[in-house]
């Protein structure tokens, strides 16, 4: 059903055998078909025996450090990463545990904290953290512990580059953090029932109150004091349709963080398409272990599949040329094009057959190319389309 997408020759890119590679095109090629996470559903979609096919993926997570090959997706050439938590219900796991309670305070599953880099307006993943109320003994606190470590996790390999998160992640001991690692952040401010206070000084005497009104003019503050304690800068915007304002907290020029955060990647398209296309919320592992290496390849997965999609999306819907796919720029596209209405991993598993076996060869020719620069840091640029 996949054979044109090759995901062997994909797959030997990253894995450091042509073994390995060859086995995990195969478990790939059946999470693609079977669209699901589950070892029972790929297994049945695998060549062969079911029961063989079951086994060997078994073996596989439990033998390959699959985290490691994701983070070999990282785009060297990203001006920024991107972190975002989603929260995957298991309502039926009681005795899973790693599963715990999730924000509503009664169903059960847990957090998975992606980061990511930005490619011409989708997410990239490349490195992730799970955890849960029952992983962690305080959940208050234990929390952001569980954050720092995503960060921590590929401090080396994200070197200078910016930070980007939202609201979850405005908090003191956050941000202190990351001043203390020396990593650079625009995070959007949590302006809940209890924000945040700022102040002119360190004292905390002088109260500063965050202001704006709807069509005003970006509001700038430098070096105030965050709760007393850390130097930031802050800056807000109230642009029209919106409800209530925008505020950016950052250790950048504020000018500069706002126009980060403007081109912030939407990673919930990427979390839409894996839990409605590949229905990542229906993973089911005993073992947390296990879970964090299912995940790292139906991440790895999703990142082949969405670049073929893409480059699908451009032919299908922007009358680009096979040969000419270009996965760095956006195409040049009428605002009312269906090309703004599908992701690039809908049409793939959905739509792909609108286009003939030789156009979906090259245009597969082309994504290996894009694919390959981006493993070995060639070339690879940035854009985001908002």
Not at 19 to 47: C, F, N
Not at 82 to 91: K, L, Q, S, V, Y
Not at 373 to 382: A, C, E, I, P, T
Request: glycine share 6%; aromatic share 10%.
């Amino acid at each position: 059903m996949y054979k044109f997408m090759q995901i062997k020759k994909f797959a030997k890119v990253i894995f450091d055998s042509e073994k390995t590679a060859e086995k995990a095109s195969r478990i790939m090629e059946g999470m693609l078909k079977a669209r699901s996470p589950r070892i029972s559903d790929v297994a049945d979609q695998m060549v062969g025996n079911e029961a063989v096919n079951y086994k060997m993926v078994q073996r596989f997570l439990k033998h390959e450090d699959l985290q490691e090959v994701l983070q070999r997706l990282f785009n060297e050439e990203a001006e920024f990463v991107i972190g975002d938590p989603t929260e995957i219900e298991r309502p039926g796991a009681k005795r899973t545990e790693y599963v715990g309670t999730l924000s509503d305070g009664h169903t059960k599953g847990f957090w998975m904290l992606t980061l990511a880099t930005p490619l011409r307006g989708r997410a990239l993943p490349c490195h992730f953290v799970t955890y849960s109320s029952a992983t962690i003994n305080d959940e208050a606190t234990s929390r952001n512990l569980e954050h720092q470590r995503a960060v921590q996790g590929i401090k080396a390999l994200i070197g200078d580059r910016i930070m980007v998160f939202d609201r979850e992640f405005s908090y003191l001991g956050f941000l202190l953090k990351m001043d203390s690692e020396q990593i650079k952040y625009v995070i959007r401010l949590n302006q809940g029932s209890q924000p945040p206070k700022f102040y002119y000084d360190a004292r905390g005497k002088r109260e500063l109150k965050l202001k704006i009104a709807p069509g005003d003019e970006p509001k700038i503050y430098r070096q105030v004091y965050y709760q007393g304690v850390l130097l930031v800068n802050i800056v807000g915007v109230w642009e029209a349709g919106f409800k209530s304002p925008l505020w950016i907290i950052t250790n950048l020029e504020p000018e500069e963080g706002l126009r980060i955060y403007k081109l912030r990647t939407k990673i919930e398209v990427c979390f839409r398409d894996l839990k409605s296309l590949l229905h990542l919320h229906q993973i089911m592992n005993k073992s947390r272990t296990y879970l964090e290496k299912a995940l790292a390849l139906i991440l790895i997965t999703y990142a082949i599949a969405l670049l073929v999609g893409e480059a699908i999306r451009d032919v299908r819907l922007a009358n680009v040329a096979p040969n000419e796919v270009d996965l760095h720029n956006p195409p040049e596209t009428d605002k009312s094009s269906k090309w703004f209405s599908f992701s690039g991993l809908f049409l793939l598993l959905k739509r792909r057959r609108r286009l003939d076996a030789r156009t979906l060869r090259q245009i597969t020719y082309a994504v290996f190319a894009i694919f390959s620069d981006l493993v070995f840091g060639k070339n690879v640029r940035s854009f985001v389309r908002c």
